[in-house]
T-cell receptor, first 112, second 110 residues
Framework: DVKVTQSSRYLVKRTGEKVFLECVQDMDHENMFWYRQDPGLGLRLIYFSYDVKMKEKGDIPEGYSVSREKKERFSLILESASTNQTSMYLC???????????FGSGTRLTVV | QKEVEQDPGPLSVPEGAIVSLNCTYSNSAFQYFMWYRQYSRKGPELLMYTYSSGNKEDGRFTAQVDKSSKYISLFIRDSQPSDSATYLCAMSAEDYKLSFGAGTTVTVRA
């Protein structure tokens, strides 16, 4: 069964910490995405990557960066965590041939 | 104005009823339309996928797209308690990026 795996289900971090969220897919997909999901706002795109070492800003990139050194792994970095970054973070991937995304189970991040 | 509008509900129906969900959108470049289902504490999973206008049926699920009205719908027939979830519409143009609705929370009462 194809999978997108996010390293942590729940995280609690302190304000100002640097936070790393990891995502790994085993489907050899070219495209990977990071979204955050907040009640009433739906999913908002933070960053995406067309392929290895490529990245593009999404709709809300401020305060975030990403890294894609290998095809299967896409990392989201919160440079200096703030309380307004408390959210559910979802990673997804897709192949070039298919518009459907496969999502991970999400990481619920709380910044205190 | 949001690019994709979806009534968040919540929607509560008795078992066996038809569930009707819909989204409107403003971007006429959207060509690919999807519905995702998200159970509590899980990531969204792809439920239905439609290209351009028309209907698509898969078991108890029917997706409709009316591009002239910029309106898409999902119908669930003979709803079951296991259909209780949040349903997200999503759509994209010829690029990689999906735009999502806010999601509608559905509860099917046994």
């Amino acid at each position: 069964d194809v999978k997108v795996t996010q390293s942590s289900r729940y995280l609690v971090k302190r304000t100002g910490e640097k936070v790393f969220l990891e995502c790994v897919q085993d489907m050899d997909h070219e495209n990977m995405f990071w979204y955050r999901q907040d009640p009433g706002l739906g999913l908002r795109l933070i960053y995406f990557s067309y392929d290895v070492k490529m990245k593009e800003k999404g709709d809300i990139p401020e305060g975030y960066s990403v890294s894609r050194e290998k095809k299967e792994r896409f990392s989201l970095i919160l440079e200096s965590a703030s309380t307004n970054q408390t959210s559910m973070y979802l990673c997804a991937s897709r192949s070039r041939e298919n518009y459907g995304y496969t999502f991970g189970s999400g990481t619920r991040l709380t910044v205190v | 104005q949001k690019e994709v509008e979806q009534d968040p509900g919540p929607l509560s129906v008795p078992e066996g009823a038809i569930v009707s969900l819909n989204c409107t959108y403003s971007n006429s470049a959207f060509q690919y339309f999807m519905w995702y289902r998200q159970y509590s504490r899980k990531g969204p999973e792809l439920l239905m996928y439609t290209y351009s206008s028309g209907n698509k049926e898969d078991g108890r699920f029917t997706a409709q797209v009316d591009k002239s009205s910029k309106y898409i719908s999902l119908f669930i027939r003979d709803s079951q308690p296991s259909d209780s979830a949040t349903y997200l519409c999503a759509m994209s143009a010829e690029d990689y990026k999906l735009s999502f609705g806010a999601g509608t929370t559905v509860t099917v009462r046994a």
